[in-house]
């Protein structure tokens, strides 16, 4: 069966400091990857997706950017973090025809 | 664009009774999809059901089912029976069939469920 992992599940970065968010997918190959952002007491907006190894689509501007080095593997990445980049990030994936299967969520807290 | 509207902020209803979270959407599309997801306190994205906009029948998944009326753009989640554990957040959401976004979903902005004894 398929699984997708994501951590860390909590991190609190000084604003200015680097990030760096992993998610893997285990048990399908492929497959639609997307990060999105939860602000608190929001829905969920979607920063990026990808259909393939090194193919990335942004939604948002932002200081944010997102890799695939792997087929299964999605990186969300900030070189300085600001304070408005906290937030509860969730990884997902999808095939064609499946919902979306969502990580556990990092909250992150920027101080 | 793609639009997905939640008009219900929060919902209270009793343990065992019937609750109906409510669900329009905006497409041009003919092919779409539509989904519901429950999030409780913990955060995880909980799939729930999925309705396909060929489906000539309504989505049933155990005590939920989805209400499924196309000519108005709706979608609502019926829950039965409701049981304490269903207080959570919910999120009606709709995926395009389109090459360029292929997959993506919209989300709604969620309805607060308070089930209570």
């Known amino acids: 069966s398929q699984t997708i992992h994501q951590w860390p599940a909590t991190l609190v970065q000084p604003v200015g400091s680097p990030l760096s968010l992993e998610c893997t997918v285990e048990g399908t190959s492929n497959p639609n990857l997307y990060w999105y952002r939860q602000a608190a007491g929001r829905g969920l907006q979607l920063l990026f997706y990808s259909v393939g190894i090194g193919q990335i689509s942004s939604e948002v501007p932002q200081n944010l950017s997102a890799s695939r080095p792997q087929d299964r593997q999605f990186i969300l990445s900030s070189k300085k973090l600001l304070l408005s980049d906290s937030g509860f990030y969730l990884c997902?994936?999808?095939?064609?025809?499946?919902?979306?299967?969502f990580g556990n969520g990092t909250r992150l807290t920027v101080t | 664009a793609q639009k997905i509207t939640q008009t219900q902020p929060g919902m209270f209803v009793q343990e065992k009774e019937a609750v109906t979270l409510d669900c329009t959407y905006d497409?041009?599309?003919?092919?779409?999809?539509l989904f519901w997801y429950k999030q409780p306190s913990s955060g995880e994205m909980i799939f729930l059901i999925y309705?396909?906009?060929?489906?000539?029948q309504n989505a049933t998944e155990g005590r939920y089912s989805l209400n499924f009326q196309k000519a108005r753009k709706s979608a609502n989640l019926v829950i039965s029976a409701s049981q304490l554990g269903d207080s959570a957040m919910y999120f009606c959401a709709m995926r395009d069939n389109r090459g360029s976004t292929l997959g993506r979903l919209y989300f709604g902005r969620g309805t607060q469920l308070t089930v209570w004894p």
């Open positions: 309705q396909g906009s060929y489906d000539e």
């Open positions: 497409t041009s599309d003919q092919s779409y999809g």
């Open positions: 997902a994936w999808s095939s064609y025809n499946s919902p979306l299967h």
